[in-house]
């Protein structure tokens, strides 16, 4: 039977959002108070010896003379404003709440932690940039979740952990600095950089082993775990309005445990590594609406820890709505998954736009038998697709480890209602729908819905899925036949 749309628990999730009160206090940190507090500081940063590569990343990926070059340390005096903001942080949390404002201009500043009732605002012209010092002076060690898994790092650039009742909004910038010879080099290790792989493995053993998180340490002398750029811990009625997030080391925006989280109108745009843009973990009730996305990596990617500590949390993704935003770049549209062991359910995304010529899949799913976790009763309807390289909807058991785990993985009641190619245009995608499960883990209960799919390539990829259903599904012009089937390991229908 089709998964239907539960509009009832649509419009419960709804009700969790209302416009904020007007702030009764504020302030600015040009305020003679907080000006005290700026002072000079010593940013030390990078670049080539041979400027900017002018290629794109996958050229880059070849050009070994350039990627063997040692970067250039370099080191300049930047008014530091960052313990002044974090101040009047204090101070209006301290008084009961308040709005902290960032008037136009260019400010610097380390890791932020943000405390309960308070708002950071950022003016029109206000650009909010994160010194690229990789130094716990400015990032101080933090109680964090990284790929999934918890451990001590660098402080993510906005952190709250614990809080209630905070926002980030304006119409201003917050730029993290980040590029190809500034926390990025981490990534593959280029120029003579570390690579950030064996404290990746590092941190992964520990959480299979159940070390104590207190003890999962990765101070600066050896971390190349780049943090991610907002993130909040164990918070709840969480608001991000209106801002431009650029230049991210890593994930975007990162809620983990949270509840009540609003995000809507943000603009985001860092095309390097793993930058996904909005990556709801262990939260319930996510409202993503009217944003922009250019990423270089998912654009918006559910999940819920990785591996042993995901299911040790054992705390699902749940009822989250996505809609009326626009997906202009990256690898995924909306994914379910990797880190997606603690599950996920009740997805409802509608009215979204998806438009990059390098995004692989509008919808994906992504686990394994290591991953595991229950991923069910996810509703996609009335979206547009202009390109898609690989697939319109992507869900493949056999993501990296595949069927080397104990943890059968777990794809139910999907539903996808009202995808259509944008008018005159061509999708590409060398298929319409890729679905590959496990014989012993069959995907189960997938309805295609009144879908018109114009420009793809080859046919679909079918393996082990019981429940399979086509309504109304128009492929380059030609009517599918309506129809219930089963699909076995073979690909053949049952």
């Known amino acids: 039977m089709a998964f ?9 999730i709804l009700a969790k959002f209302r416009a904020p009160l007007p702030r009764v206090r504020f302030c600015r940190i040009t305020d003679s108070r907080y000006q005290e507090l700026w002072r000079s500081v010593e940013e030390i940063y990078y670049e080539h010896p041979l400027g900017p590569y002018r290629g794109s990343k996958a050229e880059l990926k070849e050009d070994l003379s350039y990627r063997e070059e040692r970067l250039l340390e370099r080191r300049r ?15 209006m949390a301290q008084a009961g709440g308040g709005r902290v404002e960032i008037p136009a201009g260019i400010w610097y500043t380390g890791a932020l932690e943000l405390k309960s009732h308070v708002e ?56 993290g600095q980040a590029d190809e010879f500034n926390w990025m080099p981490w990534k593959f290790g280029y120029f003579g950089e570390p690579d950030q792989e064996e404290q990746r493995q590092r941190l992964f053993r520990a959480g299979a082993e159940g070390l104590p998180v207190s003890q999962r340490i990765f101070t600066d002398d050896v971390s190349t775990l780049r943090p991610p750029f907002i993130q909040f811990y164990n918070s709840k009625d969480i608001r991000i309005m209106g801002v431009h997030i650029v230049n991210s080391p890593f994930w975007e925006i990162n809620p983990v445990l949270c509840e009540n989280v609003w995000i809507k109108g943000v603009h985001i745009e860092t095309d390097l590594y793993n930058n996904d843009g909005i990556d709801p973990e262990s939260s319930r009730n996510v409202l993503i609406e ?20 995901g299911r040790r949390i054992g705390v699902p993704t749940a009822n989250v709505i996505i809609r009326h ?17 603690g599950g996920v359910h009740d997805v409802f995304a509608t009215g979204n736009h998806f438009d990059s010529p390098n995004l692989d899949y509008p919808i994906r799913f992504k686990t394994n038998a290591m991953r595991g976790g229950t991923l069910e009763n996810v509703y996609v309807k009335d979206s547009v697709v202009n390109k898609a390289r690989l697939a319109v909807v992507h869900a493949d058991f056999f993501y990296e480890e595949g069927h080397a785990g104990e943890n059968l993985p777990q794809l139910d009641n999907i539903t996808l209602d009202g995808f259509r190619t944008a008018e005159g245009g061509s999708i590409d995608a060398r298929y319409a729908f890729y679905l ?5 883990a069959p995907i189960a209960n997938i309805t295609f819905r009144d879908m018109q799919l114009e420009g793809v390539k080859g046919e679909a990829v079918l393996e082990n899925v019981q429940g399979l259903a086509f309504e109304n599904v128009t492929i380059n012009g030609r009517r599918q036949p309506d129809r219930l089937v089963d699909v076995g390991s073979d690909g053949q229908v049952g």
């Not at 005096?77 to 101070?91: C, R």
């Not at 964090?144 to 906005?158: A, D, H």
């Not at 590959?436 to 012993?440: M, Q, R, S």
């Open 77 to 91: 005096h930047v008014l530091f404003h960052g313990q002044a903001i974090q101040q009047a942080i204090d101070d």
């Open 290 to 309: 009217d944003c922009y996305f250019l990423t270089g990596d998912d654009c918006i990617a559910i999940k819920s820890g990785r591996n042993e500590d």
């Open 436 to 440: 590959k499960g496990f014989a012993d």
């Open 4 to 12: 239907s749309w539960n509009q009832k628990l649509y419009e419960e």
């Open 325 to 341: 935003n626009r997906f202009a770049n990256g690898h995924g549209g909306i994914t379910l998954g990797s880190e997606i062991s």
């Open 120 to 175: 950071l605002y950022l003016a029109a012209g206000a650009r909010l940039c994160f010194i690229r010092n990789k130094s716990n002076v400015f990032y101080p060690l933090r109680y964090t979740r990284w790929e999934g898994v918890e451990c001590m790092n660098f402080s993510p650039f906005i952190y709250a952990e614990g809080a209630e009742d905070i926002s980030i909004t304006g119409q201003g910038t917050l730029d």
